[in-house]
């Protein structure tokens, strides 16, 4: 059973930064991409980032390109969104996935088999 654990989250100024881990289990996940979403109070989950799990290409959001860095830890099976220069905007709860599709479709939710349970994100003005 696939079981993903995310950490990291918290009460930070705007300017500010954070990093969020996402710890993976249950299967190796090579040929799997590793995504990170978010979804704000009133608003739908919304992709973040992604990295495919054995080449380390990645994908972001145009909102947090620049800003944002995924990067995985294969011995430790864990991903990592580095979040500097936060702004306001940015909070919300954050949720690690993963999915089997190709990458052409890494931006979207419903490919994605396998949720942690979020972490919250707050970023004050």
């Known amino acids: 059973q696939v079981q993903l654990v995310e950490s990291g989250g918290g009460l930070v100024q705007a300017g500010g930064s954070l990093r969020l881990s996402c710890a993976a289990s249950?299967?190796?996940?090579?040929?799997?991409?590793m995504g990170w979403f978010r979804q704000a109070p009133g608003k739908e989950r919304e992709f973040v980032a992604a990295?495919?799990?054995?080449?380390?290409?990645?994908a972001y959001a145009d909102s947090v390109k620049g800003r944002f860095t995924i990067s995985r830890d294969n011995a430790k099976s864990t991903a990592y969104l580095q979040m500097n220069s936060l702004k306001p905007e940015d909070t919300a709860v954050y949720y690690c996935?993963?999915?089997?599709?190709?990458?052409?479709?890494?931006?979207?939710?419903?490919?994605?088999?396998?949720w942690g349970q979020g972490t919250q994100v707050t970023v004050s003005s």
């Open positions: 990295i495919m799990w054995s080449s380390g290409r990645t």
């Open positions: 249950g299967r190796t996940f090579g040929g799997y991409v």
């Open positions: 996935a993963v999915s089997k599709a190709s990458w052409t479709a890494v931006n979207r939710l419903r490919d994605y088999d396998y």
